[in-house]
């Protein structure tokens, strides 16, 4: 009996889909865009600086070195609002007056974007190997790296990798300071 009732209700349900499978639906055409672009998000400062974002870190070495004022000399000669010297503005392909940096915002943060990616090409070796590793007791990071190169150079932060000597600027500020003040950004390089 039980074989039996199993049959029935096979025959039911195959009867039923056959049905239903004889039915059409009609679908009307929904024009889709080929492209579909994202809308930029604009992110307030403040949560530019609390997800540590690329733009966040630019802010925080600005206010750092210059207050984030565009048209700051400080007393050893350093201008702008990254603080760059003459001499690295030169290494950077730039021929331009000390004038003509301070009055152009644009050029300086094109400035601060070359010498990220210069420091970045000099230093990958250090940062592939210590990124999220603890070197001479510092925490080391991408943005620490190239924040500490950014006071120091390239050159004094390898020197610090392979001996362990901190540089200091000319205001005493050792490139290890740099590394700690400047860890876990997000940075676009």
């Known amino acids: 009996m039980r074989k039996s009732t199993k049959i029935v209700l096979y025959v039911v349900l195959i009867s039923m889909v056959s049905l239903y499978a004889r039915t059409t639906i009609a679908l009307r055409p929904v024009e889709l865009p080929l492209i579909v672009k994202p809308k930029p998000v604009k992110l307030s400062l403040e949560d530019e600086l609390r997800l540590k974002t690329h733009n966040g870190f630019l802010h925080v070495v600005g206010h750092s070195e210059s207050s984030n004022r565009y048209n700051v000399v400080n007393r050893l000669g350093y201008m702008g609002r990254y603080q760059f010297s003459y001499t690295t503005l030169k290494a950077l392909g730039y021929n331009i007056t000390r004038k003509e940096f301070l009055n152009n915002p644009d050029i300086q943060e094109e400035a601060m974007d070359r010498l990220l990616t210069?420091?970045?090409?000099?230093l990958k070796k250090y940062i592939d190997k210590y990124d999220g590793k603890v070197v001479h007791g510092i925490h080391i990071t991408?943005?620490?790296?190239?924040?500490?190169?950014?006071?120091?150079?390239?050159?004094?932060?390898?020197?610090?990798?392979?001996?362990?000597?901190?540089?200091?600027?000319?205001?005493?500020?050792?490139?290890?300071?740099?590394?700690?003040?400047?860890?876990?950004y997000d940075l676009d390089i």
């Open 142 to 184: 991408k943005s620490g790296i190239l924040t500490a190169a950014h006071l120091g150079g390239a050159g004094n932060v390898s020197r610090w990798f392979r001996r362990g000597t901190n540089f200091k600027d000319g205001n005493g500020t050792a490139i290890t300071t740099y590394m700690k003040k400047f860890s876990n």
């Open 118 to 122: 210069e420091n970045y090409k000099s």
